[in-house]
């Protein structure tokens, strides 16, 4: 009786794996970006962050389906288009966030992504308002790696909602984002 396993050849692993994020350059015109804040009330009532869940110092506005549909549609059909990781995908089923970093505010590493909850985020998109040059700091870094993302103003970062993600703090000026979470089927 011969006992020995035969050798196996090994499955060659692929050499391209996907990217940690996507970028959609011009996702929004500055004349959109300057709606999204006309339509969010830029004198409207933010929200101050500062929570134990998440080290962070933000401000946040909320906008909803009902005052920009235009919005949810359009950012909805970004993150379908860039979705390289093939995640299932539904709708946009929480209010976009309008975040506001003043000198000083940041969000350290966290994702988006709650697995101790019925969360269903798949995917996330964040699009810078305002022209990075007004402000100093506030890179935004995804991945593992957390490599620096560089956009424009109306550029879409899209990324896998449990991606490990953070902002460094604002130094000068104030960075306005938004930010939108699509849902699917739970992850298996």
């Not at 919005?71 to 979705?83: D, E, H, S, T, W």
């Not at 209010?95 to 000083?104: E, F, L, S, T, W």
């Not at 022209?131 to 506030?138: A, C, R």
Request: net charge positive; aromatic share 8%.
């Amino acid at each position: 009786m011969n006992l020995q396993t035969p050798i196996l050849e090994p499955v060659p692993l692929r050499d391209s794996p996907l990217p940690e994020f996507v970028i959609c350059r011009r996702a929004l015109t500055a004349a959109q970006c300057d709606r999204v804040l006309h339509e969010t009330g830029l004198h409207s009532r933010f929200y101050r962050t500062d929570g134990p869940a998440i080290a962070k110092r933000v401000d946040i506005a909320y906008l909803y389906p009902d005052r920009a549909r235009w919005l949810f549609n359009k950012v909805g059909r970004i993150a379908v288009a860039k979705n390289v990781w093939m995640l299932a995908l539904s709708a946009i089923t929480e209010p976009i966030r309008i975040q506001r970093y003043r000198k000083g505010d940041y969000s350290d590493l966290h994702s988006d992504y709650d697995h101790s909850s019925c969360d269903r985020s798949k995917l996330t998109v964040i699009i810078p308002l305002v022209d990075p040059s007004g402000w100093d700091g506030g890179a935004l870094r995804v991945g593992n790696n957390l490599d620096v993302v560089r956009l424009a103003q109306g550029d879409a970062v899209i990324f896998p909602s449990f991606a490990i993600h953070r902002v460094d703090r604002v130094t000068r000026g104030i960075r306005m984002i938004l930010s939108a979470w699509v849902s699917g089927p739970p992850l298996r």
